[in-house]
């Protein structure tokens, strides 16, 4: 039950070059989307969320593109540093009432090269 | 910057003993959330609680877990009969609830090892 999916295990970049992350969804009833970097042995740490009722949110270098009809958004980098190398998991949750559970992609681990 | 804290970092334990993994969420956030990371997969909902009960829980989330906030700050997951399988990288979350703020925040999370 893959709701939420990111397609590309890993990504490599050159530094200062644009990193751009994928990600989809299938179940429409999402209307809430984040993106969190993760580090290993540690925990996710939140980087930029957008609701359904836009379609791009930004935030010094990190922008997140939703396009709603394709069921897909994307994080755009740029430019991309040394420090970004981490796995990027997108995930999805309904705003609905209840627990707002977040559902995970499977994460993108993002390399980025000198 | 106010942050999840999560206790114990590591935990061994046996197959068939108890663990009860400890979370303290941020301060003023009203729902509160576990989930769990087996090696190599993806992050998996485990339960959500609000006002003091679970508002939703995963199939995971059998009858051998249970969670608990035995005071106003503390937030723990009892597992009351560890499995070789419930060998994971366990996080706690928790969102303030209010308006449209709907970002969870992660505590570094504790890894159990299950022999």
């Known amino acids: 039950d893959q709701q939420v999916k990111q397609n590309s295990p890993s990504l490599s970049v050159q530094e200062g070059r644009i990193s751009i992350l994928n990600c989809d969804y299938t179940?429409?009833?999402?209307?809430?989307f984040l993106w969190y970097k993760k580090y290993p042995a540690e925990g996710p740490t939140f980087l930029i969320s957008i609701s359904s009722i836009k379609d791009k949110n930004e935030d010094g270098r990190f922008t997140v593109f939703l396009n709603k009809s394709a069921k897909h958004l994307s994080l755009h980098i740029v430019p991309s540093q040394p420090g970004d190398s981490a796995v990027y998991f997108c995930a999805a949750t309904r705003k609905t009432g209840g627990g707002n559970k977040l559902t995970f992609g499977t994460g993108t681990q993002l390399k980025v090269e000198l | 910057e106010p942050e999840v804290t999560q206790t114990p970092s590591h935990q061994v334990t046996q197959m068939g003993q108890e663990v009860i993994l400890r979370c303290v969420p941020i301060s003023n956030h009203l729902y509160f959330y576990w989930y769990r990371q087996i090696l190599g997969q993806k992050v998996e909902f485990l339960v959500s609680f609000y006002n003091n009960e679970i508002s939703e829980k995963s199939e995971i989330f059998d009858d051998q877990f249970s969670v608990e906030r035995p005071d106003g700050s503390n937030f723990t997951l009892k597992i009351r009969s560890t499995k070789l399988e419930d060998s994971a990288m366990y996080f706690c979350?928790?969102?303030?609830?209010?308006?449209?703020?709907?970002?969870?925040?992660f505590g570094p999370g504790t890894r159990l090892l299950v022999l």
């Open positions: 979350a928790s969102r303030v609830g209010s308006g449209r703020q709907e970002t969870q925040y």
């Open positions: 179940n429409s009833m999402f209307d809430y």
